[in-house]
């Protein structure tokens, strides 16, 4: 039998074929970087602290994993926040939008329990249990929720892409970026960032219907009438 050899990739052989090909690469570069540039710059006027956040009758909290059935410290700095924006009353209601496509894994109800254990009644807290993406959770927030106007709570890294995904689905946003030590976990989260921006800008120059949309709730509407019990 013959042996199939790989070719190396030719390398150029003069100094205008180098210059070509730092020339493609340049290109590639800014190209790959244009969806993160975007998202800087369409988010700018639109980050705010936890100290500054607007009011707001809606809170949205995207799911971060579970550890165990736990929230993940990630996902519970996140729900940490939210519950002190509730408490301090400049949000009503908490929605939680997460993964609960298999039925041992359950992150909208795990986020709905912690919150509960941190001062957030029960009644203010909705689950939307197919957030399986951003873009996911932000066309369901409008489209099944009802919710035009929200403060959304996620990692820096990962809360530009929040709002500017939100604001294209309909959703008047403001994105509060909670701090991390920058550890392993935050800067691979940061790189991914990188690709997802271009998942994003693909989503809202196409506008996809999420995986799953179905009927609308009032889960958002009753809990604002619920008075809090």
């Not at 403060?151 to 959703?171: N, P």
């Amino acid at each position: 039998m013959r042996r199939l050899r790989l070719r190396r990739p030719r390398l150029p052989r003069t100094r205008a074929g180098w210059r070509q090909l730092v020339q493609g690469v340049a290109l590639g570069c800014v190209l790959a970087l244009l969806p993160a540039t975007w998202l800087w710059v369409a988010t700018a006027d639109r980050l705010r602290t936890l100290q500054d956040a607007p009011r707001s009758d809606v809170a949205v909290v995207f799911g971060a994993g579970l550890w165990d059935g736990e929230p993940s410290p990630y996902l519970a700095h996140r729900l940490d926040a939210a519950a002190t924006l509730y408490r301090e009353g400049r949000v009503k209601v908490v929605l939680v939008t997460g993964d609960n496509s298999r039925k041992d894994y359950d992150e909208p109800d795990a986020m709905r329990v912690y919150l509960a254990k941190h001062g957030v009644p029960r009644a203010r807290v909705v689950t939307d249990y197919a957030g399986f993406d951003t873009w996911d959770s932000c066309v369901r927030a409008k489209k099944i929720f009802g919710v035009g106007r929200a403060v959304l709570i996620s990692q820096k890294f990962h809360i530009r892409r929040a709002v500017a995904l939100c604001e294209a689905a309909g959703v008047d946003s403001y994105g509060v970026g909670v701090d991390e030590a920058h550890n392993a976990t935050w800067y691979y989260g940061g790189t991914r960032e990188v690709f997802a921006a271009g998942k994003a800008a693909l989503d809202v120059a196409i506008h996809p219907d999420p995986q799953f949309l179905g009927p609308k709730e009032t889960g958002v509407a009753r809990a604002l009438a619920s008075g809090g019990n």
